[in-house]
């Protein structure tokens, strides 16, 4: 019987297991892929928001001659966290339900070789985020492999025609980044202009290049269908089609509802946020807490590492 089971090594799991391991609890963090997996399948070349320190957990100083740095140096932080600490991860583990008892918890899981597992417990920290989950379009077509909801690189878009459909950072970010490797893009999004919160640091950037027509962008579009050789969209009510090679899907990420449903978990069936105590970060069941950005379900963009990454401290302390 372990003391605490943390499902998800993402920054709040690892940040939870430090704080598990500080406590001298007998615990393990599971992971459906590797350490941080989320932050390994961002874009190869991005660049954090954050300053360094701003995302650095167990007080371990992440140094960078960078004023913001970009996801090679976050994977070596917080892969050289986990061997500082010496925390217990077992990685390629899906954690896929939970069983209530009389006075302790049960995580099944599945190993990546298809083996199940089962890990009794009397507290479990589900941080799972949201980065698996794509917001899907929901129409024909999304579903051929010329379509991703990941964007990781430009190079193998060389003059290809590309869709990008959003209008917010990931978006943009991979806008400019196709542009800049020889790709025509075309930036679909369905509001009348980009988003608000685009980083200030590429704004300029992307306008221009819409300007002098580098990018071509379409606003107020919605995508109706994908087909092979086209993506079909409406503007005003209009219909028309743009040619296309491949297509990505910048429509943002919710957290997993079917693991909450797995796990009896309570959450709101509009935002997705789970139900939860603020002081401690508990759910609707006894023992088992929240930690990370799924706390915000589909917000995801109010809770992420900086302000979440004291929550081991807040469920544990
Ligand atoms: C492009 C991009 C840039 C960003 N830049 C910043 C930034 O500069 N600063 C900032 O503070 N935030 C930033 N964020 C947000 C930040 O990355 C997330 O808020 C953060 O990763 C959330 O941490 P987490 O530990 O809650 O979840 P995650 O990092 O998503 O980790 C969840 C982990 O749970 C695992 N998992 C999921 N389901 C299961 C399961 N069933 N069983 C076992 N394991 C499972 C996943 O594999 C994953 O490793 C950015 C996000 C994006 C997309």
């Known amino acids: 019987m372990k003391d605490v089971i943390i499902v998800g090594a993402?920054?709040?799991?690892?940040?939870?297991?430090?704080?598990?391991?500080?406590?001298?609890?007998?615990?393990?963090?599971?992971?459906?892929?590797?350490?941080?997996?989320?932050?390994?399948?961002?874009?190869?070349?991005?660049?954090?928001?954050?300053?360094p320190d701003l995302l650095e957990i167990g007080e371990t100083a992440f140094i960078s001659d960078k004023f913001r740095p970009n996801r090679q140096e976050v994977l070596n932080y917080y892969l050289k966290i986990v061997k500082l600490f010496k925390l217990k991860t077992n990685t390629y583990e899906e954690a896929i339900g939970l069983s209530r008892h009389s006075n302790y918890l049960s995580v099944h899981a599945k190993t990546y070789s298809g083996k199940q597992k089962e890990y009794k417990a009397r507290k479990v920290i589900l941080?799972?985020?949201y980065y698996d989950n794509p917001n899907m379009i929901g129409?024909?077509?999304?579903?051929?492999?010329?379509?991703s909801h990941y964007y990781t690189e430009a190079h193998p878009f060389y003059n290809k025609e590309v869709a990008v459909v959003g209008g917010n950072n990931s978006a943009v970010e991979a806008a400019l980044e196709l542009c800049h490797h020889g790709a025509k893009v075309t930036l679909i999004h369905r509001e009348a202009t980009l988003g608000k919160k685009i980083k200030y640091w590429i704004l300029p950037d992307i306008k221009k290049r819409i300007e002098k027509k580098l990018v071509k962008a379409i606003f107020n579009a919605t995508v109706q269908e994908i087909s092979r050789e086209y993506i079909g969209i409406r503007i005003n009510g209009k219909r028309s089609r743009v040619k296309n090679d491949f297509v990505f899907a910048m429509t943002g990420y919710r957290p997993d509802?079917?693991?909450?449903?797995?796990?009896?978990?309570?959450?709101?069936?509009?935002?997705?946020?789970?139900?939860?105590?603020?002081?401690?970060?508990?759910t609707n069941i006894k023992g088992v807490h929240v930690a990370g950005s799924i706390i915000s379900g589909i917000n995801n963009n109010r809770v992420f590492i900086e302000n979440s990454r004291d929550h081991g401290k807040v469920i544990l302390g």
Do not use: Q, W
């Not at 940040?15 to 874009?43: M, Q, S």
């Not at 693991?259 to 508990?282: Q, R, S, V, W």
């Open 257 to 282: 509802s079917k693991l909450m449903d797995a796990f009896g978990l309570k959450y709101n069936p509009k935002t997705l946020a789970p139900k939860h105590i603020p002081k401690n970060l508990e």
């Open 127 to 129: 941080a799972t985020g």
């Open 139 to 147: 129409v024909k077509g999304e579903d051929f492999s010329k379509v």
């Open 10 to 51: 993402g920054p709040a799991g690892l940040a939870c297991a430090i704080e598990a391991a500080r406590k001298k609890l007998d615990y393990v963090v599971l992971d459906r892929g590797c350490v941080v997996n989320a932050i390994y399948n961002f874009p190869k070349n991005m660049t954090f928001f954050s300053t």
